[in-house]
């Protein structure tokens, strides 16, 4: 089980990114991705989350309505679309998987995660 988190770089406020976690190794189907970040200086958070079928989707209460979780099982990828990015959105994002379905209560506990990407770095400047 593998997944290759791509796409971070440097922005300035309010600009957009995308970031893909790219699996192999298993099907995306039957697994609950999610997206964690961890800036400067703090402990790593969940961010986003979404179940095997994408029905269910869960947000940190600081980016809803800005960042939007996306999969597209049929190649395996998981996005996060960031949009009207601030400087404290500055910070290393991974992605996660786990074949836990999620609940609002749980999908925020990295225990529950299983296999871990690389992570991507995000900077944001004001």
């Known amino acids: 089980v593998q997944l290759q988190a791509s796409g971070g770089g440097l922005v300035q406020a309010g600009e957009s990114l995308r970031l893909s976690c790219a699996t192999s190794?298993?099907?995306?189907?039957?697994?609950?991705i999610a997206w964690f970040r961890q800036a400067p200086g703090k402990e790593r958070e969940g961010v986003s989350c979404?179940?095997?079928?994408?029905?269910?989707?869960f947000y940190v209460d600081s980016v809803k309505g800005r960042f939007t979780i996306s999969r597209d099982n049929n190649k395996n990828t998981a996005y996060l679309l960031m949009n009207s990015l601030k400087p404290e959105d500055t910070a290393v994002y991974y992605c996660?998987?786990?074949?836990?379905?999620?609940?609002?209560?749980?999908?925020?506990?990295?225990?529950?995660?299983?296999?871990w990407g690389q992570g991507t770095l995000v900077t944001v400047s004001s």
């Open positions: 996660a998987a786990t074949t836990v379905s999620p609940l609002s209560s749980t999908w925020r506990r990295e225990e529950i995660y299983n296999s």
């Open positions: 190794g298993f099907t995306l189907d039957y697994y609950t």
């Open positions: 979404a179940s095997y079928s994408g029905n269910r989707k």
